[in-house]
């Protein structure tokens, strides 16, 4: 968009490290778990910039806020933001960015005295993380509609609280109604969370959708014996099952190929004494794909092989899915949008896929969604080391901002 305001840069960034104080972690980082003390705190401070922005801020019944700068026209808003949750060691860019990103808009063309015809919402949604409830985008699930709010307030935390306790006790449990969003388009911007755009120098990635997500758990139940004395052949061992399980997700994803992607990123053995054979087992495994179908096939390979596998060491398998999201395809029109805005500003684009979540796929259910990524250094996130340069910080709120004009200011 020619003639477009530039966004304040120090302004931007003085926010992000702002937000990062609430849940700091010793030496760099944030631990700000979903409806914690530390996600009230900052849920509070987000809330005050919003109001000095004289938008009008509310919050729904799973805790989400949205924050309307008013257009010239009673339409249905155009929506951007992403969380403020974080992971017990997470960064100060991972979701914050494309919350405060939309604020620096919103403030640019205040400052601009500059109305859009349709209305520009910023939102953080609960729980995107899945870190303390899962499953992951929880609140963006439930504002679309995709679960029930009674379902997602009963959900048990990793510490034993509900979400709707928790929303209690925070002071975020709102009345504005879920499951029926009236939004004209959404866009989220975002940090890559993945090497690809700094390795390979690029300043903007073109998101066209994200890939599939299955979260299992396994719970594996055999008997504890003295590690000296239990010869190999009469062993019931919960960890020997957990650890074939591991390598067999290892080489599931190399024999799929593709972007076929398994990972076991929790487990947990009991009674865990260096001289005793494991009783108990808990792990996770988490399966990713652009390709539905791949998906599904190896989802039921991973629970085919665990329950062969603990039948044959005579360990009893017990499974749950933690989450299952289809891949998502992100609008076309959008995705080119994004295209021309980054081009237009003389940056370098490239189109990707997600390999993360993000709430931009649940929104995708009910209006044209896309993404804007910028490159991750060394693609480190969920780490307090997680950095983005500032200057492709600056040029992604530049991208959101006139794409969000471009959009909020079309006629029909």
Do not use: K
Not at 40 to 57: E, F, G, S, Y
């Amino acid at each position: 968009m020619n003639g477009a305001p530039r966004i304040n840069a120090g302004r931007l960034l003085e926010s992000l490290e702002a937000l990062g104080r609430f849940g700091a972690l010793p030496g760099g980082g944030t631990n700000r778990l979903a409806l914690s003390d530390a996600d009230r705190a900052a849920r509070d401070w987000t809330v005050d910039r919003m109001h000095a922005l004289d938008m009008t801020v509310r919050v729904d019944a799973i805790g989400n806020v949205f924050a309307t700068y008013a257009g010239t026209e009673q339409r249905a808003p155009v929506l951007t933001g992403s969380h403020i949750d974080t992971v017990r060691t997470g960064g100060l860019y991972d979701g914050n960015y494309g919350v405060l990103a939309g604020l620096e808009v919103v403030a640019t063309l205040r400052e601009a005295g500059l109305r859009t015809r349709r209305p520009i919402e910023v939102a953080f949604f609960t729980n995107e993380e899945g870190a303390r409830f899962q499953p992951d985008m929880l609140g963006s699930l439930v504002a679309v509609g995709g679960l029930p709010l009674a379902e997602a307030l009963a959900t048990r935390g990793i510490d034993g609280a509900t979400v709707g306790e928790e929303l209690q006790r925070i002071g975020y449990a709102g009345q504005a109604p879920v499951g029926a969003p009236q939004v004209d388009s959404f866009i989220e911007l975002h940090i890559e969370q993945g090497p690809v755009l700094h390795q390979q120098g690029v300043d903007i990635g073109v998101v066209e959708g994200v890939q599939g997500i299955c979260w299992l758990e396994f719970t594996l139940e055999g008997c504890s014996n003295h590690a000296g004395t239990t010869p190999m052949v009469l062993r019931r061992d919960a960890g020997l099952v957990a650890a074939r399980i591991t390598a067999f997700a290892h080489e599931l994803a190399l024999r799929y190929g593709g972007r076929q992607l398994a990972t076991v990123g929790a487990v947990e053995l009991r009674p865990n004494l260096v001289n005793v054979i494991a009783q108990r087992a808990v792990m996770t495994v988490d399966l990713r794909n652009t390709d539905g179908a791949a998906l599904a096939r190896a989802e039921a390979e991973m629970l085919g092989f665990a329950t062969r596998c603990a039948a044959e060491h005579g360990v009893v398998l017990g499974h749950r899915r933690l989450a299952r999201f289809d891949p998502v395809a992100f609008d076309p029109a959008l995705v080119e949008l994004v295209a021309q805005e980054a081009q237009e500003l003389g940056l370098s684009t490239l189109r990707l896929p997600s390999g993360a979540g993000h709430d931009a796929q649940m929104l995708a259910r009910v209006c044209p969604s896309a993404m804007i990524f910028v490159p991750s250094v060394d693609g480190l996130s969920h780490n307090p080391g997680e950095h983005t340069e500032a200057h492709h910080l600056v040029q992604g709120a530049q991208v959101l901002l006139q794409v969000l004009t471009r959009l909020a200011n079309r006629a029909g």
